[in-house]
């Protein structure tokens, strides 16, 4: 990597969290026209046009339409590097890499969640940020319901975006972006989607393997809490289907957190609040300004390492 080149990086970089925290992502009356959103779009296009009924065709498009969507948006990222403008090259890298992650986002919807006062209007707010049934949540659970949902975002929408781009780009930053979406679409263990989601939910716990851990960590890092990651896991003090980052929010915050039938994590803690989103929202700030100082340290490493070899 040239010295233009790590500075480019570093640029877009720099950019993109400062475009997220001053302006954040459009507003909701025009989040149609936003490009990420027909990643989803077209795989639910995709979805419509498949004839359901033998596995394995449905297993092998279920491969070829992820590809040919991961081409579709990861091709303009490669062409970035054939553009020599300079400063051409490092906007049109910061409004790109913007588009693969939010904390801008994460803060607004789980506000939306935290200021509603009623049972019906916390409910209409929280349906915005989680995809599990809400019409039987009492407040309690659906606060809940929000804080996981930040705690979870902390990696999908946050660490795991800022963490590819350090090693790989903008390509690695839209690369994994794509993928993501495409699980949230339709990597779901339903009759509809057990073999035509089974390659997107793979490709998607691969990719979040470690930025999981790491999100884990830097919430658990960011609450100053002393335990370590294993005693999510060891001591019982998490059920095996909860996302680490769940049980370490719930750890942090000091607060029981369930997913009604599946999951409960901190059973000796109290029940959620809308403080305790709040309590959420300030982990994920302050996770996402440690990590992404550790990016910027990763990626001037890689360039003294590579100038060095």
């Known amino acids: 990597m040239q010295m233009n080149l790590l500075l480019a990086h570093l640029a877009i970089f720099v950019i993109a969290i400062l475009m997220d925290i001053t302006v954040g992502d459009p507003p909701e009356r025009t989040e149609k026209y936003y490009p990420i959103v027909w990643i989803s779009r077209l795989m639910y296009f995709f979805d419509r046009i498949t004839k359901r009924g033998n596995a394995r065709k449905e297993k092998i498009l279920g491969v070829i339409y992820p590809i040919l969507i991961l081409f579709i948006f990861c091709l303009p990222c490669l062409m970035l590097h054939h553009i020599h403008n ?61 804080v996981e949902s930040v705690a979870e975002n902390i990696a999908d929408s946050v660490i795991a975006p800022l963490f590819y781009f350090a090693f790989f780009g903008v390509f690695g930053a839209m690369f994994y972006r794509v993928i993501n979406t495409l699980d949230a679409t339709v990597g779901y263990k339903t009759t509809r989607y057990r073999h035509f989601g089974w390659f997107s939910a793979k490709a998607d716990d691969v990719l979040n393997y470690v930025p999981e851990r790491i999100a884990a960590g830097l919430i658990l890092l960011s609450g100053g809490s002393s335990s370590k990651q294993g005693d999510l896991r060891n001591r019982g003090y998490a059920n095996e289907t909860a996302p680490l980052t769940i049980a370490a929010m719930s750890r942090v915050l000091k607060v029981k957190l369930e997913k009604v039938g599946h999951y409960v994590v901190g059973e ?3 029940g959620t609040r809308s403080e305790h989103i709040a309590g959420a929202i300030r982990t994920a700030k302050r996770s996402t300004f440690i990590f992404a100082l550790v990016c910027i340290a990763v990626m001037i490493i890689l360039y003294l390492g590579e100038e060095f070899i």
Do not use: N
Not at 112 to 134: F, H, P, Q
């Open 86 to 146: 300079g400063l051409l090259y490092v906007v049109l890298g910061a409004l790109i890499f913007k588009m693969t992650f939010t904390v801008k986002g994460l803060e607004r919807y789980g506000r939306y969640a935290m200021e509603a006062v009623d049972l019906e209007a916390k409910r209409e707010a929280v349906g915005k940020i989680v995809g599990r049934d809400i019409a039987d949540l009492d407040m309690e659970h659906l606060d809940s319901a929000a």
């Open 268 to 270: 000796r803690f109290e």
